[in-house]
Each structure stands twice: as C-alpha cells, then as structure tokens.
C-alpha cells in the first residue's frame, strides 16, 4: 500500500436544498517520499481535497489511509491525535497569532501537546534557523514580511516533525521571486527531513518541480 492512499473518496457541500458535489469518487497513491502537486482552475476543489485527506473535513464516501491508518476511519479523537502528530498544513494566508512572537507562534503546536516550554522554545528556533529566520526569533507577525511570515509558518508545520506535508497554494500570497524561494525552501525541507508531501498551487512552473503534477478536474484526479 502507498503511504498515502485515497479510494473512492467523495465530498459534497450543502447548497440550499441540494448538494453540490465537489470530489467524486477520488483517487491518490502518493509513495513514500514523493512530492506531489495537484494543480486545477481556482475553486475546482484542491482545498477541500487537502482538508480532506488531512482530516479537516469529514467525507461523504471512500477512504484515506496515511502510513497504514484508516483516518477516515477514525473517531474524532483519534483523528485529531493523529493529524496533529503525523500531518504538518500549510495554508495560502500564514494564520500566524499577531500577539505572539515568531518563536512562540512556532512552538503553539509543541506547546498546545504539553511539551516543556524550554524544549518547545528550543525546536522552535531550531526549525526557524533552518528556514532562514534566525534573525527574526522575537519578532511578532507584523513586523515580518510576506514571505518571512510563510517561512514561519512554514516552521510550525513542522515542529512537531510530521510524516505528511499539506501545503495549500503555500505561495499564492506572494510576488514571483519570493514564491520561488519559498517553494525552493520547501523542496530542500521535503528532501532533509524525509517528508511525503501534496502542494496544491496554480502555478504550472512550481508544480513542474514536484515528482508528479496531477490535475484535479470533474471531482477527480488526472495526469498533468
């Protein structure tokens, strides 16, 4: 089995007194390793596909397994333990907590599981080093820039080292250059620290990067 793997999965939205259907019978077998893009018109569904396998958002039908575990399967506990141990998101808009500083915003997740604050604080500006912020330790959200602010988020994803990268148009809020360097940011990341990952994104050039570029049209999946 792939560590990924999506069967069947479908997802359907309530629109007044009818369902829109958004994922139809869906498949995905991403391997070990493998850096995934899927790219598709805006509003084609590559967020709902993301929340989706990342257990967000429940599904209508089908099933998401990740490194052996039926998450859809699982109950809400359960799926909720697991996404925040195995699965590290990345969103279009950084969703970083203005009140608190880059250190601290990265160490939210260690924080939030009751790691030791000196041990949260410790990964957290390990992880901001590696991504290019070590200048920028104390500084809250507002006083970073776009793509600075991404490279944090970037790190928080990550500090409670998971398995599966999800990354949504991660550079759709940036100018072309500093796209470019935040894609390459997450190539050298998903290669150092072993990741599996699936990057949604409307750019062609960056999704040609990846491994494998699929296109997600009609609820379903197809080569690029």
């Not at 999965?9 to 309530?14: F, H, R, T, V």
């Not at 009818?18 to 019978?25: G, H, N, T």
């Not at 141990?85 to 250190?103: D, I, K, M, T």
């Not at 924080?111 to 990964?123: S, V």
Request: hydrophobic share 45%.
């Amino acid at each position: 089995m792939a560590f990924l793997d999506v069967r069947a999965l479908s997802k359907s939205y309530p629109v007044g007194d009818l369902r829109l259907s958004v994922l139809r019978d869906l498949e995905l077998a991403a391997d070990e390793g493998e850096m995934v893009a899927v790219v598709g018109a805006s509003g084609v569904g590559k967020s709902t596909l993301l929340h989706c396998v990342g257990g967000l958002d429940a599904i209508d039908g089908g099933s998401v397994t990740i490194a052996g575990t039926e998450l859809s399967a699982a109950g809400d506990e359960a799926r909720v333990a697991f996404r925040n141990r195995h699965v590290g998101f990345v969103f279009q808009f950084h969703h970083l907590l203005p009140e608190f500083s880059a250190v601290e915003n990265v160490a939210m997740p260690l924080r939030i599981a009751r790691a030791a604050r000196a041990e949260a604080h410790r990964r957290a500006e390990a992880l901001l080093r590696e991504v290019g912020l070590g200048e920028r330790l104390t500084h809250r959200p507002g006083m970073l820039s776009g793509g600075e602010q991404q490279r944090a988020a970037v790190a928080r994803a990550l500090v409670m080292q998971p398995a599966l990268l999800l990354a949504d148009e991660p550079t759709g809020d940036l100018d072309e250059q500093t796209g470019r360097e935040l894609h390459a940011l997450l190539r050298r990341l998903h290669e150092t620290r072993r990741l599996t990952s699936l990057i949604a994104t409307h750019n062609l050039q960056l999704a040609a990067a990846c491994d494998r570029v699929l296109r997600l049209e009609d609820g379903r999946l197809r080569p690029a």
